[in-house]
């Protein structure tokens, strides 16, 4: 998904705020490069997971038109509720705001995966 497609589903949350405050465009990228920083702990889980070569920062959009190159599993459910979050506390709604944060955990927790590993007794 691109970085618009995941601020508008996480818009739809919020429909008010999308005709009524028209100064959200000034902050949308960095809430959705932010979503994307809080994801990489959860995206590298699914790349381990996978076999696939781990992002060591997270990518970082110039515009809301580029790919967001993680898994489906955090774009199209987790991002959207990351994005939320700020949408809500902007519009001065804590309670909102904060169940919008914890679906973004909830989501992210749901799409981690975990992968077996040897643990090395340092003692």
């Not at 601020?7 to 979503?35: C, H, M, R, T």
């Not at 987790?78 to 705001?97: C, K, P, T, W």
Request: net charge negative; hydrophobic share 35%; glycine share 4%.
């Amino acid at each position: 998904m691109t970085g618009q497609e995941v601020y508008n589903l996480a818009l739809s949350f919020v429909p008010e705020l999308q005709n009524e405050v028209p100064d959200l465009d000034d902050y949308k990228i960095g809430w959705v490069n932010l979503a994307i920083a809080e994801a990489l702990e959860t995206e590298n889980s699914i790349r381990r997971f996978n076999g696939e070569e781990e992002l060591l920062t997270a990518p970082r959009l110039k515009t809301l038109s580029e790919e967001i190159p993680y898994h489906d599993s955090i774009t199209q459910t987790a991002l959207a509720y990351g994005i939320a979050e700020h949408a809500f506390v902007d519009d001065d709604n804590d309670y909102r705001s904060n169940k919008a944060r914890s679906k973004f955990i909830v989501a992210l927790n749901e799409a981690a995966k975990y992968t077996v590993t040897d643990i090395e007794d340092c003692y």
